[in-house]
């Protein structure tokens, strides 16, 4: 995954690969207390561009904010430092990682006297659940893994921590030969993909689960919602989706920076409409990669030019 990958930036500095480490006392690796990002930058018609950076990097600072994680750069700072690191790795497309943790210091709970430290990592990444995925569609289960409501542990805040419960469901789904899971809230509603979020697609209107079901505000969800919009379609953002409406709908599939758009061809053994991608995602997903091919002028805003 990493190979080619020569430079790392860290704590203000580029840094060798081999040299991007940090201490085995690091409040974040024993507390969760961390808060990261997941970004793509694509080659577009107009050059590489880093997709809807702006909302992320936000994102980074608002999930800081909730942990008092005083990241030590300013936005623009971490900004040019991720630029930076595309060209030197001369990358037209990647994967960015950034990263702000407690790092080492007193291991009490209260990280207050910890530095926080600061990294961010750029790769070449293709297609998450796989090529095939995005053609065919993914078969997914439903994981006996509830999601933790947002009033345990903020769902709108990407805390490295929190991804625990993304793990387990992701385990057991694919220990169980799927590719993916879908997990219901503390309520027993669908919430998301433990690193997706769901759309449902029912007589030709969309539906994608609201906030308050303790899911992340993805940034590709509200651009799907935008495409879907522009398209024509009317978008039922805040959707309260029980397991059985996933059986009977008539498309399903996940938005996110790694999954993109990708369909969901069956759920829990259950064929989703023909069993394949249908005709409503086949064309919210075209128009998604044919924005990040062309980056067209409608949508100039959700690029940065590297
Ligand atoms: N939900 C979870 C739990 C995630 O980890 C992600 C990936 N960041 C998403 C949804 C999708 O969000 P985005 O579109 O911003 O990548």
């Known amino acids: 995954m990493f190979e080619g990958v020569d430079t790392v930036w860290q704590d203000g500095e580029f840094v060798d690969f081999e040299d991007a480490t940090t201490h085995v006392l690091t409040h974040g690796l024993h507390y969760g207390t961390g808060v990261f990002e997941g970004v793509r930058c694509y080659d577009t018609a107009n050059g590489p561009a880093i997709f809807r950076w702006e909302e992320h990097l936000q994102r980074l600072y608002d999930s800081a904010k909730v942990y008092d994680i005083e990241i030590p750069f300013e936005q623009a700072e971490l900004s040019e430092a991720t630029l930076e690191l595309i060209r030197r790795e001369e990358l037209q497309s990647c994967y960015i990682r950034p990263i702000a943790y407690y790092g080492y210091g007193p291991l009490g709970l209260n990280p207050s006297k910890s530095p ?61 030969g799927y590719t993916e899971a879908i997990v219901l809230n503390k309520e027993g509603n669908v919430a998301e993909g433990p690193g997706e979020n769901i759309f449902l697609v029912r007589d030709g209107e969309i539906h994608t689960p609201g906030l308050a079901e303790s ?19 009317t978008v ?34 259950n064929e989703i409409g023909a069993g394949t991608k249908g005709p409503v995602t086949d064309e919210i997903q075209t128009r998604f990669f044919d924005v990040l091919d062309e980056a067209p002028e409608q949508y100039d805003d959700w690029f940065t030019y590297v």
Do not use: C, M
Request: charged letters at 20%.
């Open 116 to 176: 926080v430290e600061t990294a961010i990592a750029v790769w070449p990444w293709g297609a998450y659940l796989g090529e095939e995925a995005l053609e065919e569609g993914v078969d997914v289960a439903i994981s006996s893994w509830r999601k933790h409501a947002s009033s345990q542990i903020p769902t709108n805040a990407k805390t490295t921590g929190a991804y625990v419960n993304s793990v387990l469901a992701n385990l057991e789904a694919t220990g169980n």
């Open 215 to 233: 899911i992340l505000d993805g940034i590709t969800r509200q651009s799907v919602i935008d495409l879907a919009e522009d398209l024509g379609y």
């Open 236 to 269: 039922h953002e805040g959707a309260t989706i029980s397991r059985g409406e996933l059986y009977t709908a008539d498309e399903l599939f996940f938005s996110g920076t790694a999954a993109e758009v990708t369909p969901i061809r069956s759920v829990d053994d």
